[in-house]
């Protein structure tokens, strides 16, 4: 799930005094350090391991290899730090970091004031507390008080102080906010006639800022004015915090940055030796990626709920020591030194300070002694020993992405907590304790249906051991079914945020759920709702040409799987509905419903035509996205139109080649070809979206195609900090889409696994349970595949390799299946072996079972044990 428009908190902050460790721009030279991935090879073509290649896949593995979890590498330290390596290598020598106190701030005659341009409205800030917002703040010496603006985003914003005689000054600092410091500024003095600009400053981004300026000035007022702030993500508002009458530059706090290889999740822990006798505090930072690793975590709980922390964990260190682990709430008087608790994240930062807030039961000086650093790892984990399914085949980057999606979807796995789901009203009693699959590492920390149509089938196909934490999502959404047959895309909101196409999401995931699992006791107990919802609330908000129209029944401020403002006859929602009728109909068939299988497929075919019929734009070989507005064509539309069957073969092949002329990025396919809907909709990428398209891809006999779209797509992921795990979003650039806020391990966008499961390998489940399957390989360049599926019955392994003329593939079933096979012609006479049986001889069938259908040669009733098969090209 994308997020949920972030509203601005206004100036609900409290101050957050230190020095930084480089800012959002920080980077490292080159690529990312990338730990724990597959030993290199030494070129992009792999030779077929010898047997089921079942040790060669191994080394691909990414999950840890036990709960506990240590960094392997120091970015970098600064300030007054010794021994930071020691951080690596625990039980030896102890990292050291000492601050002296600072001298006190210099301080404003009396008599002085201060007035602003605008002032805020008080109100209970982030604490609970009264607090004021106004410009007088800025010279009473408290840190933890501010001037507000009120005007957000609209600038100049002025803030003048005057003082009850004239003062020589040199310079002036301004102390400001970590949730938007003055990015641009100009700081005037009077001269007795006039306003003389004394300094400018532009592309600030210090808390702590000394300005100094070009001469001294003698002057009675002095005023600044704020051209730009930076945007925190807590509204673009000017906050200054203290305004001092010198020009004071910081002492930089001593700090150590940490690199954990990869993203991880868990509750992160810090060991203290010691420490001097003042209560030191420590602060922690954490983020998925460099670039938003600042004094701040690129993402808290506490932060996205307004509340406490100031996007900071805290620790105040005892004298004789002690482990911090993050644990979360508050640790001292109450309200006092604070932790977010879990956090999803790749680098960790260790500064020696403290919140103003915070003091004196933490204070920003002093020595701590560090001797270890650690995370205890709450996700799945993920070891060659509790693989149940995997892939390997002849292309050196398709097996990192696909072990790369895996490892993105263990870190989603895991038990739904109070203490660390999303805050916005996402916790539920009905899930607490449950396993789950979550959105994200770092959020969204709930799980959403939607997300689970991709990250359900990678956890199939990979842990399926794990299944439950799927049906525990689909089964606590369909108990909150509302009364008139909406079901809800998650807990948050206490199960009331409107989406319109989460509710077939739901309808695919049971399907799924079903296929791969075979679980009828969950397709019986929750049919009463796939007909509520498909026979009650879609017709509700379905046209005169039963098409699915967003608007009626009161649905014009529902939102999508991005929150985006499509309204009208939309063709990804009624793909969507085509692909749900289709799979509803497939289980009430499962069941023995044959009437409401009946009429679904009825509805679908109607629901396909009028899709034909009124969305399909003959201009540009595409479905529109929107019958309504400006004219676009959508990625999601046009995939799920291919992968539901609504396109046939021509229009495939026609909307498949305006993405690419339209959408094609240097980082995968954008998921809109013009920016009609927003700015810069054609510059994102949504792993999400794409996933459809790569299988419409394959599934139109464009293999190469869809091998080119995943390298660019997933390659990008992989070689951009943080390397490995699968974003949730791509923006323009290629730039994590929300920055910071972006989660950067998200479900939703492992479907490179299933793709090259299904599709590439080419197996996967035909009915219920794996009860019959099929194995359909499109290879491309690729010149061999091997893999095992996990199914009910035993594993399923496939394993072929095209050598010139000659490709062979050989299937293991499992006993109690049945299943089939496909193997193309590639348009050329061939002839079909079965070990030293001809089945195909280039022109018909020489055994019952086989057949010659679109380019294909199919073997049909296949049972359990193991099948050779040949396809020769004929002379």
Known sequence: MTSEPKKNSGPQRRAVIGAGIGGAASVIAGLPVIAGTAAAADSASLAAPSGAGEAAWHRYVL???????????????????????????????????????????PRWPEGTTATGSSTHAGNNGSDGRPRTYAAQNCLDGDLSTFWNDDTEGVFPDTLTITLSGELELSGVTLVSDTDGVPADFAVDVWTGS??????????????????????????????ITVTADQDGGQGVFTRINEVWPQAVEPVTAPSVTIDFGKVVVGLPEAGFAWASDNHPGVRLAFSETLRYLSVRSDFTRADQAGGAGEGTDQYAVPAAGGTWTDTKGYSADGDKVYADGLHGFRYMNITLDALPSDMPAAQPWGTVAVDHVALDFTAYLGTPASYRGWFLCSDEELNRYWYGASYTNELIVDTFRRDDVDPRGAFSSSLDGKLVLHDGAKRDRDPYVGDVAVSGRTLYLTHDDAADAARNVLADLADHQRDDGWIPPASINNYTLPLFDYPLWWVTCSWDYLLYTGDRDYAEHYYPHLVKVLDGWYPSVT?????????????SGYGDYAFLGRTGRVTYYNANYVQALRDAARIAGHLDHADDALRWNARAETVARAINVHLWDETAGAYLDSSTGAVRHAQDGNAIAITSGVAGSDRAASALAHLDATTRLRYGNAFMDNDTLFGGASQRVYAFTSYPELVARFESDQADSAIDQIKRTYGWMHSHDPGITQWEGIGPNGSPYEEGYTSMAHGWSTGVLPALTHQLLGAKPASPGYGTWEVCPRPGAVSWAQGRLPTPHGPLGVEWSHEGEVFSLTVHAPGGSRGS???????HHVTVRSGSRVLWDGGRAA?????????????????????????????
Do not use: Y
């Open 63 to 105: 999950g840890p290899s036990g709960r506990t979890v240590r960094p392997v590498r120091i970015v970098r330290s600064e300030g007054d730090v010794t021994r930071p390596e020691a951080l690596l290598t625990p039980g030896g020598e102890v990292t050291v970091l000492r601050r002296v106190p600072p001298p006190p701030a």
């Open 194 to 223: 006039g306003w003389h600009t004394a300094a400018a400053v532009t592309g600030n981004a210090a808390v702590q800022r000394a300005v100094a300026f070009d001469t001294p000035a003698t002057t009675s007022r002095v005023r």
């Open 543 to 555: 046209d005169d040409e039963g098409l699915l129209s967003k608007g009626l029944n009161g649905t």
């Open 821 to 827: 096979v496909s193997l193309a012609t590639n348009g």
């Open 847 to 875: 055994m019952p079972g086989v057949r010659h259908d679109g380019g294909r040669v199919t073997v049909s009733g296949l049972s359990g044990g193991t099948h050779h098969f040949t396809v020769v090209q004929n002379r």
